[in-house]
């Protein structure tokens, strides 16, 4: 059994052409990802710094809780 208790996030982030707003997106691979799986599955999309902060912050908590949970 693989104890490795890891994971993924991506964020991307883009100023939209034209009106320069900024945009976020935070993604992971999906829960069975590996070779042959290629599911993404969005976190959060942000559009500001701050949300995207917020949101890696949630992600991280997430993270952590079910790293402590029972196996």
């Not at 590996?34 to 599911?39: E, K, L, M, R, S």
């Amino acid at each position: 059994m693989d104890d490795d208790r890891s994971d993924v996030l991506v964020v991307r982030v883009w100023l939209e052409e034209g009106t320069g707003g900024f945009r976020a997106r935070l993604s992971t691979p999906g829960p069975w990802w590996g070779p042959g799986h290629d599911a993404v599955v969005t976190v959060a999309v942000a559009s500001s710094p701050a949300a995207v902060a917020d949101a890696v912050h949630a992600w991280l908590r997430s993270f952590l809780r079910s790293a402590t949970g029972p196996r």
